[in-house]
């Protein structure tokens, strides 16, 4: 009898699935399916070791892959590597090793663990997004998007992270802070490129319905990120200048109550405003201290309010009245008109800081049939809808009235109008770094901006660069990369040193798995719209906005190019939890990092697998536990065992069932094998209950282990222990691959296991064991029901009384004793 050896029969099948291409997808065979499924999961950038988090990710796209295989669907699985970003910068800087060695060298050893974790990839079509074959397109569609104006360049207020020396998107300003490195967050101003997704705000909003296969918590996070207001826009004349001060609000009905108005520090009029005032000094030290600190001080809900008056009036032009102009710290540039009206009376942070700085406040909107507010006696402000009143000719309107009302007003006298507004804001890709995606366009003296024609792309990165992580950007170094010439006039020009941000990278990479070859196009939409959209797509839910949004909008901007046809990428999104121990997110701060190879070196692929599914819902946190592991480890060294125990006792592959195989200990066995069957098959579907199939398979185990002990089982029992174990060979592959597949082998089926159909649970076998009772009222025989078998005597008695005749005869009359022989007869004694 052979020990269970996982490190063996681990190498052994990942040798074969390779060899005999597995988990390869030719495109024919795409087209020719019935049906199709494609398994996608988020793809890892190569940060040089796997971790659990990966491991537990990967196992649930592996099990769910595995699972619709063998159910018939051609399945499409591939990884690939998300390999632009900064900590190959931040390795070089450090140790002098150029960006795309140490990327490539991690890609090595990642792909090593990952096919030592034994997860069922097409590895042909694996792509890495440093590659030129790949960025080229990246460099294609952009052009494409600056011709069709969705790219553009802009002067702007951005995120600037100093540690990591490069602007940020507002998505990747995490509480104010660096979503890579943790630094606090400032702004600055800088000429960028931008992508236009505020064009597509409205779809990307109105498309959230047709997402039912989302998780709520995501939906409702995109439709924050986006985050559409109605309101209005309406200028306010400067007194003394000739410019008006645009402000956005979402209530225009408390336009009365506005008694100042406050403005961005960044806002492009502020300097004009108290030019030649007593206020100057004043306000541009005020700007210089705040440009100065963080987002988050400046921004978190806590951070003080803080503001200076401007020198200047502005009038209100519905009341005609003068208010003063304030800079204020609050008011972020990017929202809105970076201008806002201020009514201390009805919104809580203009009533903060109007008492901060002895403001006035007024009420203009009182509560339904109540009296209008005291401002004196007023501690916060009435910011719900109500009735107007001091608004002049609006006074007694409700709010939603005077809204519609006075948004016609203004528009009538052109000096605003109604409309919606979004928190979304234009996506700025340009990043100062080297490690990332050329921008592919020139700057020439003559011309300006000229982009490089389509034939000259890709515009390839430098080996290499001086990283020093200081003086801009390392590509702005590289005098050979910078000289060119322009396309246009042929005179000398200036090559675009920014790079893209890497969250272009991963907008479209899994439509290049459908077509990773290619080098006439992005890919084509003939072989990728097979797949689409994507079954399911696991990843973790800190990319609700940030990836997640983009990927959306790269797809309808494909589709407005005419490359693919279709508006939403992924049908079934999943977010699985995180792998936690001692009750924190492993990490290396933390010292609580347990390393997967580690544990496939102590137990094997199997066994790590299976506790990364087993341990808790694939939706919530696992928490790590060692015996947790070990358990798992015994459970596979006693199906084991207990294998190799029956193996002789088994009759050979495709024996018919013997006559006695639905008799005694072997139907009570086989039912169980079907019901086992049946209810992986529930979890394995769309629920995705991955932690239960493993504790039914154990649970069928401990019911064959009998068996397995009696030396001389009768031939029905050696049949449905047969059966057992093929169904448990088939049901643990997703699983535990593995060792399913010797599992299977032994039992002497070819290979393999993995492409075997899935099992279908037998009805029949599925049936509980009935016995016919015979019932009799006061010794007279009234009914033969069926029942059963074991019923206890009140199961019976019910049974007895549920039958029609039975009922009859005991009508009007109490039951005063019973008379029971299981399984034969129950006679009831009534009077
Ligand atoms: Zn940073
Ligand atoms: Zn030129």
């Known amino acids: 009898m052979s020990d269970y050896d996982p490190q063996r029969i681990e190498a052994k099948w990942q040798a074969r699935w390779a060899a005999g291409g597995v988990f390869r997808v030719e495109d024919a065979d795409a087209a020719r399916a019935t049906e199709r499924f494609y398994a996608l999961e988020m793809l890892p950038y190569p940060s040089g070791r796997i971790h659990m988090g990966h491991v537990r990710n990967y196992s649930i796209g592996d099990a769910v892959a595995r699972f619709r295989r063998m159910r018939g669907a051609k399945v499409l699985h591939v990884l690939g590597w998300d390999a632009f970003g900064l900590p190959a910068e931040n390795a070089a800087i450090q140790n002098g090793e150029a960006p795309r060695r140490w990327t490539l060298r991690n890609i090595e050893a990642m792909r090593g663990q990952l096919q030592r974790l034994g997860i069922g990839y097409d590895w042909d079509r694996e792509i890495a997004t440093c590659a030129p074959e790949y960025y080229r397109w990246n460099q294609w569609m952009f052009l494409e998007m600056l011709e069709r104006g969705i790219a553009y360049r802009a002067r702007r207020h951005l995120n600037w992270c100093a540690s990591c020396g490069t602007v940020l998107a507002n998505e990747q300003v995490v509480a ?202 007023m501690t916060a402000a009435f910011p719900d809808d109500g009735v107007l009143h001091d608004s002049g000719e609006w006074s007694g309107l409700d709010s939603e009235t005077a809204r519609r009302q006075m948004s016609a007003r203004v528009k009538e006298r052109g000096i605003g109008e109604a409309t919606v507004s979004y928190r979304l804001k234009d996506w700025g890709i340009s990043r100062q770094r080297f490690w990332g995606t050329p921008i592919p366009v020139v700057h020439c003296e003559k011309d300006g901006i000229v982009p490089v024609p389509a034939g000259e792309l890709p515009v390839l990165l430098p080996d290499d660069a001086p990283l020093t992580g200081s003086g801009g950007s390392p590509l702005a170094q590289v005098p050979s990369f910078v000289a060119t010439t322009c396309p246009k006039c042929g005179g000398p020009a200036r090559r675009e040193t920014d790079t893209m941000d890497t969250f272009v990278d991963s907008c479209w990479y899994y439509f290049r798995y459908c077509d990773p070859r290619n080098d006439a196009a992005p890919f084509r939409w003939e072989k990728a719209a097979p797949w689409f959209p994507v079954a399911l797509y696991i990843g973790g839910i800190e990319h609700a906005t940030l990836h997640l949004i983009y990927t959306r909008f790269w797809t309808k901007v494909m589709r407005d190019l005419g490359l693919v046809a279709l508006d939403e990428p992924v049908a079934n999104l999943f977010t699985q939890g995180m792998v936690i121990k001692d009750g924190a997110k492993m990490s290396k701060s933390k010292g609580n990092v347990v390393d997967p190879d580690a544990m496939i070196d102590r137990y094997g692929a199997d066994t790590t697998r299976l506790f990364s599914l087993f341990a808790a819902p694939p939706e919530r946190d696992l928490e790590w536990s060692d015996a947790g592991i070990e358990g798992c480890y015994r459970f596979l060294g006693r199906l084991w065992r207990a294998f190799e125990k029956a193996r002789p006792l088994l009759p050979p592959a495709g024996a018919a069932a ?60 050696a049949w449905a222990l047969r059966e057992a174990f093929e169904v448990i060979a088939r049901v643990l592959t997703p699983f535990a691959p593995h060792v399913a597949e010797e599992l299977w082998e032994a039992l002497g089926h070819p290979p393999f296991v993995a492409l075997a159909p899935w099992p279908a649970a037998d009805a029949r076998a599925l049936e509980e064991e009935v016995a016919l009772l015979v019932v009799q009222v006061n010794g007279k025989v009234r009914g033969k029901i069926e029942v059963p078998r074991g019923l206890d005597e009140s199961g019976a008695l019910a049974a007895a009384c549920a039958d029609r005749n039975v009922a009859a005869h005991l009508d009007g009359k109490s039951v005063r004793k019973t008379v029971y022989v299981p399984d034969r007869l129950l006679n009831v004694v009534a009077s």
């Open 176 to 377: 104010g802070r660096c979503w890579r490195c943790d630094n606090p967050v400032t702004r600055r101003e800088f000429d960028q490129w931008f992508l236009r997704i505020t064009d597509y705000a409205q779809e990307l909003l109105d498309g959230i319905d047709d997402l039912p296969g989302w998780p709520e918590r995501v939906r409702t996070m995109q439709r924050n990120w986006i985050g559409r207001s109605e309101g209005a826009r309406v200028r306010f004349p400067v007194e003394g200048l000739d410019v008006s001060i645009e402000v956005f609000t979402t209530r225009i009905d408390t336009i009365f109550g506005a008694t100042y108005l406050a403005i961005a520090i960044e806002h492009p009029l502020l300097m004009r405003l108290s030019a030649g005032t007593s206020q100057e000094e004043a306000v541009r030290r005020f700007a210089d201290e705040q440009a100065a600190r963080s987002v988050e001080d400046r921004f978190a809900d806590a951070a003080e309010k803080l503001g200076v008056f401007t020198g200047r009036h502005a009038v209100n032009p519905l009341s005609g009245e003068r208010i003063p102009v304030w800079a204020a710290n609050f008011v972020l540039m990017d929202v809105g008109t970076g201008a806002i009206m201020s009514v201390p009376a009805h919104d809580e942070r203009d009533f903060a800081f109007a008492r901060q700085y002895e403001l006035p406040v007024r009420p203009v909107i009182r509560p339904e049939g109540a009296e209008p507010l005291d401002p004196v006696a």
């Open 658 to 717: 013997p006559a006695d195989a639905d008799e005694g200990d072997a139907r009570v066995l086989r039912r169980k094998t079907h019901q086992t069957v049946q209810r992986i098959t529930d979890d394995l579907g769309p629920r995705m209950h991955l932690n239960t199939p493993v504790a039914a398979i154990m649970e069928l185990l401990n019911l064959a282990t009998p068996l397995v002990q009696n030396e001389r089982p009768t031939a029905g029992e």
